[in-house]
């Protein structure tokens, strides 16, 4: 299992290299195209912050919370207590 596990992070860490997108910035002087370059566009976290998952600010993230971010759909109780994620909790879920 934790050989399953370090080749899912390595799978991840490589796949996400191919995942970086860029985009066109077309820089415009007197409506006349002075330049054109490639910008790269960053990629976001797999994971949300604690913070940005609490949505109401409570120090708790609940099952409705971690839906509403998509994570820990199947999860959710392997590391929730009383029904909460506390930012110890969600960071242990992180690293899972």
Known sequence: MKHMKWLLVITLAYGSLALAQERTVIEMTDGRITGVRQVQVPVSPAMPSFAQADANGDGCVDRQEARNVG?????????????????????????F
């Open 71 to 95: 994570i820990l759909p199947n999860d959710f109780n392997k590391f929730a207590r009383k029904g909460c994620l506390n930012e110890a909790a969600y960071q242990d879920a992180a690293h």
